[in-house]
């Protein structure tokens, strides 16, 4: 937790920013904390909040949207990146947040202090007022996931999902999604596989490698990330059990959209980040110019799969464009 004096510093700093700005409401700041920038996902979430931004600034409006990566890894940056946008006098906030909880105090010490606008797109938070979420409807994604897998395992086959992200309130949705319904068609649910918060390949790997010893007769299983899910086939790969266990997952990339191409992976729910990164600009933007702004914006889920692959080869987080 940040020092009181800190927080009283960085109050006062954006109070007088703020009044700054709104003195001028055609030059418009708006900070972007993101975390995992480098995702292909995230990438193309800013990419849809730039676009968003350009065509305001067609009808007059100068809007700088400040990116900040958050740290791949580390989770408490950014909580630090929230600071220093705050202190950069920002409009208004979008975020994507990496945890639930982390990001609350400064959301509520700082941004809700000021009556900024706070657009959080995707995940949710557990702390502090928002003006809206954009978000996938990630308990019907679960169960879209539940459904791929149920057409490819045997009835009553074990299946289990991987566990990364207990403070991710969108993960948890997925999770119960999935586990309810693939239970509803008949499916044995395991109790799920915890493993470390990063979401790494190598993390999927190793959680893999050790169900694969302590479930030997495991049928299939369900990750709330693509990455985690490439590292689960590398493990089948090494132990040579490839179309043993089937493999469901959340997220595009290239990589993981050449391996359902090829049919490594079985099954992916795709989210639209583009849209969540456009809408959730326009919300900001609608809050700063007294415009209608939504509580709450759910957006739906696609199932990719090798029979449709090509169907997404010109998908944002697939070109990179």
């Known amino acids: 937790m940040m020092r009181i004096s800190k927080l009283k510093g960085l109050i006062a700093a954006g109070t007088i920013l703020a009044m700054g700005s709104a003195a001028s409401a055609e030059d418009v700041k708006i900070g972007y904390s993101v975390f995992w920038g480098t995702n292909p996902f995230l990438v193309t979430m800013v990419n849809g909040a730039e676009a968003a931004a350009a065509e305001w600034k067609d009808k007059g409006y100068d809007v700088e949207v400040i990116v900040t990566n958050g740290g791949d890894d580390d989770k408490t940056r ?4 929230l600071e220093d946008l705050f202190a950069q006098g920002v409009s208004g906030l979008l975020i994507f947040p990496g945890d639930s909880v982390m990001v609350g105090e400064p959301i509520a010490n700082l941004y809700n202090a000021q009556n900024l606008p706070v657009v959080v797109t995707d995940i949710g938070v557990r702390k502090g007022e928002i003006t809206s979420l954009v978000i996938t409807d990630n308990l019907a994604g679960g169960k879209l996931a539940a459904e791929q897998m149920a057409k490819i395992v045997p009835a009553g086959a074990k299946v289990v999902t991987l566990d990364y992200a207990p403070t991710n309130d969108n993960a948890q949705l997925r999770q119960k999604g999935f586990e309810d319904r693939a239970k509803e068609l008949g499916l044995t649910v ?5 493993m470390p918060p990063a979401m790494t390949l190598d993390n999927g790997r190793n959680v893999m490698e050790d169900l694969l010893v302590s479930v030997p007769d495991l049928a299939g299983v369900f990750s709330f990330n693509q990455v985690v899910m490439q590292g689960a086939y590398a ?8 179309g043993e266990v089937k493999l469901v997952g959340f997220d595009l990339d290239p990589v993981s959209w050449q391996m359902v191409r090829d049919g490594k992976i079985d099954g992916l729910v795709v989210q639209d980040p583009y849209a969540m990164g456009y809408t959730g600009l326009n919300q900001v933007m609608a809050a700063i110019t007294g415009g209608e702004t939504q509580e709450f914006i759910g957006l739906e889920t696609r199932l990719l799969i090798a029979e449709n692959a090509e169907e997404f080869a010109n998908d944002p987080q697939v070109t990179g464009k």
């Open 235 to 242: 493990a089948l790969e090494g132990a040579g059990r490839v």
């Open 190 to 194: 395991l109790p799920e596989a915890a």
């Open 78 to 81: 950014q909580v630090n990146d």
